[in-house]
């Protein structure tokens, strides 16, 4: 994925970004990333989004050892008892 790196923003620029991301729980690479593409009319369709979500985690999986999860009861007891 193509990386961009914006020099000299406008403090007032940031301020409003970094405001919109926390409204829109969102990190300022996100918003802004959100904000360009509805500027540029370039909003991937959801379909095509989840199925580049989906490809990237195939690709990358977060788990690579299921072995390694605990079972469920665990999870909850651990819980339970903080």
Not at 8 to 17: A, F, G, M, N, S
Not at 19 to 24: D, H, L, N, Q, V
Request: hydrophobic share 40%; proline share 7%.
């Amino acid at each position: 994925m193509p990386l961009l790196q914006i020099r000299d923003l406008p403090q007032e620029v940031y301020r409003k970004l970094a405001e919109s991301a926390k409204r829109e729980h969102r990190s300022l690479s996100q918003q802004a990333t959100a904000l360009l593409s509805r500027a540029l009319d370039a909003d991937i369709a959801p379909r095509e989004r989840r199925r580049m979500l989906l490809d990237r985690l195939a690709a990358e999986p977060l788990v690579r050892d299921l072995a390694s999860i605990p079972p469920a009861e665990a999870l909850i007891r651990e819980d339970r008892e903080r």
